[in-house]
């Protein structure tokens, strides 16, 4: 079976570290939302004068945010059909929470739930302030609002989103990624991943 696994969780968890340790054991088409879009989503809003690496404002949720994570379905889509593993990483908030939404990728990729491996990694830490320490030491201009607006950002995030799916509760596993990401924890996901 194809496998289709979505690394999924709030910013500052290290869903693409722990994607990129699992990418290296398993051949997939690896498709960050991040990196999609991301040229594009810049350009469109430093033409329209606002901030490039703004990923939480109105205009961006409204204009754009739909636009970044179609183009990744579009191309997970693609590469399904084509016979690939494919890897999504992204928050995928909406997403989840729309029963359909996964039914409507595999039917799109021409393939049918017997045919696809659908797991969900949902990359978490235990508390709010370790995920602030590592914002603040990735660096990234794009989290600038996150850590401007800490208080109303933490209100706003669901520490392990629901998975609306209908794929079993067995296809999905919660992640604590605090402490080091050992060889250990990653042979475990690698067989969760394995397992159909």
């Given amino acids: ?29 690896f498709l960050d939302r991040d990196t999609v879009g991301g040229r594009f989503v810049e350009k469109f809003l430093e033409a329209n004068g606002l901030d490039p ?24 889509i693609e590469n399904l059909n084509a016979g690939q593993n494919v890897f999504m990483i992204s928050p995928f908030t909406a997403e989840l929470k ?7 990728v595999i039917s799109a990729a021409g393939l049918t739930k017997n045919e696809v491996d659908v797991k969900v990694i949902v990359v978490a830490l235990q508390d709010m302030e370790l995920q602030k320490e590592r914002i603040i030491d990735r660096q990234t201009e794009r989290d600038q609002w996150k850590l401007e607006h800490w208080d109303d950002f933490k209100k706003r995030v669901d520490f392990v989103p629901d998975v609306n799916w209908d794929i079993p509760k067995t296809s999905i596993k919660v992640f604590d990624n605090s402490g080091a990401l050992t060889d250990e924890k990653i042979e475990e996901l690698y067989q969760f991943l394995m397992n159909d």
């Fill in 53 to 76: 690496n703004d990923r939480d404002s109105a205009f961006y949720k409204e204009n754009l945010r739909d636009l970044e994570y179609d183009t990744t379905k579009d191309i997970c």
């Fill in 98 to 104: 729309n029963r359909v939404w996964i039914e409507e």
């Fill in 1 to 29: 079976m194809q496998k289709l696994v979505f690394f999924v969780g709030v910013a500052g968890t290290g869903k693409t570290t722990v994607a990129k340790k699992l990418a290296v054991r398993i051949p997939a088409a």
